[in-house]
């Protein structure tokens, strides 16, 4: 029962980063004031995959997965330690949505979509003060920023906010369409 129930959960996980990675393409648009951010529903279904069904565990394989295909497929950087930080690392830390598995009903979906997304944007918020800190030092704009720290917030937060919302809202509409599909099975 239990190779049965993994066969299952690694299915459902890969079929979730296929279609992470589909909407990325597709469903993406450049956030135009942020250089290299983007605003979607590219987290959505790996936020749903670890609350439904993989817990912290699986959903942080499935994250780690998807940041590391995200890169190959399209990212960008100039040194390894972003590329970890930012896509692999990034969304990897999405999977501790995993946490509210089984928990709290549609609230839990919630939450374990904030908490994903949060945590993601600590990890751009990290590259962003450690890698990226030139482009807050004015190298690549026209007003000097007071702090590292700040830039990379505002920065990151112009996208990650918006996708943040965007997930606690989806999340647990999918999440709720997942309970009554589950009801009638």
Partial sequence: MKANNNTRTLTEGAICIALALVLGLVAELDAPWAYGGSIGITMVPLLVFAVHRGGVGWGVL???????????????????????????????????????????????????????????FAAHWLSGVT?????????????????????????????????IVLAVILVPLLGAALSKIKDKA
């Fill in 62 to 120: 499935a994250g780690l997965v998807f940041g590391t295909l995200k890169f190959f497929i399209g990212g960008h950087s100039f040194t390894w330690e972003s590329i970890l930080l930012d896509y692999s690392i990034a969304y990897g830390l999405l999977g501790f949505a995993g946490a509210f598995r089984g928990r709290l009903g549609l609230k839990g979906y919630a939450l374990g979509a904030l908490t994903g997304g949060v945590l993601r």
């Fill in 131 to 163: 890698f990226w800190a030139e482009y807050a030092e004015g190298a690549y704009l026209s007003v000097k920023t007071p702090s590292v720290g700040l830039y990379s917030l505002v920065y990151n937060g112009a996208y990650m906010l918006p996708n």
